[in-house]
């Protein structure tokens, strides 16, 4: 156990539904980051948060979007949901920024059918 | 912009072998850090070794060591005495020491062969 928790698992859904993922960062760390992995694009950074405030925006498509609550907790918002966006979305979080590295959760795969 | 680049989609070798991983990245930056990370079956991504630019000495642990190249831009990863354990998909990565995201590679995927 990573010490990052992320839920759902698994997720299948349907073209045009939003859904939710959810991420609670290891116990101390205040930067929660998404990255989505898809089969042929390897790991793509979607966006940063730092105790609360967005700090940095990746390649994250508009029907996205992210919030970071006062008790840490993330939630990444996937609306319009197309067959494209069936991918593993992983969390992950560090005190502050990058420089040791990340801990990772154990991703979300969503499934869009 | 930075990229992380690996020039190795696949590869095999023999358990208890030695194989090397390369990785190449792009950047204007001279103060960065370097990451591997690991990512067997169950999908954990897991740090296998990180490199600070600024130090020269390549970075150890345990079976695990990098050959960091700062003029050549290269970052490699070698894995003494393969175990099946180490079967896995393996992602280079860069950071700037003032950026918070880090930059992943395509990824290798390793297979040990028993």
């Known amino acids: 156990d990573s010490g990052v928790t992320q839920t759902p698992k698994h997720l299948i859904t349907a073209t045009g539904q939003r859904v939710t993922l959810r991420c609670s960062p290891r116990s101390g760390d205040l930067s929660v980051y998404w990255y989505q992995q898809s089969l042929d694009q390897g790991l793509q950074f979607l966006i940063h948060?730092?105790?609360?405030?967005?700090?940095a925006k990746g390649n994250i498509l508009e029907r996205f979007s992210a919030q970071q609550f006062p008790d840490l907790h993330s939630e990444l918002n996937l609306s319009s949901l197309e067959l494209g966006d069936s991918a593993l979305y992983f969390c992950a979080s560090s005190a502050a920024g990058g420089d040791y590295g990340y801990t990772f959760g154990s991703g979300t795969r969503l499934t869009v059918v | 912009a930075q990229t992380v680049t690996q020039s190795q989609p696949e590869m095999s070798v023999q358990e208890a072998e030695t194989v090397t991983l390369s990785c190449t990245y792009d950047t204007s930056e001279s103060n960065y850090y370097l990451f591997w990370y690991k990512q067997p079956p169950s999908r954990q991504m897991i740090l296998v070794i990180r490199q600070e630019a600024y130090k020269q000495q390549n970075a150890t642990e345990n079976r695990f060591s990098v050959n960091f190249q700062k003029a050549a831009k290269s970052f490699s990863l070698k894995i003494s005495d393969s175990q099946l354990g180490d079967t896995a998909m393996y992602f280079c990565?860069?950071?700037?020491?003032?950026?918070?995201?880090?930059?992943f590679g395509k990824g290798t995927r390793l297979h040990i062969l028993p």
């Open positions: 990565a860069f950071t700037l020491v003032w950026d918070d995201k880090i930059i």
């Open positions: 948060y730092y105790n609360g405030e967005e700090r």
